[in-house]
């Protein structure tokens, strides 16, 4: 598959399914989409997003390398479904003690932000 192509295709669950499956066919297509994930353009941020968090609940075990990339996104995300998503991953994920800290400060400073979207604050909960 070519992930951007598919991206780029339509922005639908069923696209979203179809590039996690692709995802979870061996850790080489994880990392690729994850690349996208933690990129820059925004669209396909957002799409990447939606088919990691799909992906997560197919292959849970396989994103612990990437813990610390998704704190680190949650700073200063290019689209706030990077939050979103990033969230709703780590909401089962075990978090090492040596970042609990700086996620629990993240996740303080999101829930008492009033901008802040209402999804984001439940996953941040």
């Not at 080489?28 to 933690?38: I, P």
């Not at 995300?77 to 993240?106: C, F, K, W």
């Amino acid at each position: 598959m070519n992930l951007k192509e598919g991206l780029l295709k339509e922005h639908s669950l069923v696209q979203a399914t179809i590039i996690s499956s692709w995802a979870i066919e061996s850790k080489t297509n994880l990392k690729h989409l994850m690349q996208v994930f933690f990129g820059k353009d925004k669209i396909l941020v957002q799409r990447a997003s939606w088919a990691a968090s799909k992906a997560y609940d197919l292959k849970p075990e396989w994103f612990d390398t990437y813990l610390l990339q998704l704190i680190t996104c949650l700073d200063k995300p290019i689209h706030g479904s990077v939050r979103r998503n990033s969230l709703r991953i780590m909401q089962t994920m075990h978090i090492a003690e040596e970042y609990q800290s700086q996620l629990i400060d993240t996740l303080f400073e999101l829930l008492s932000d009033p901008k802040e979207e209402s999804a984001v604050k439940a996953f941040a909960l």
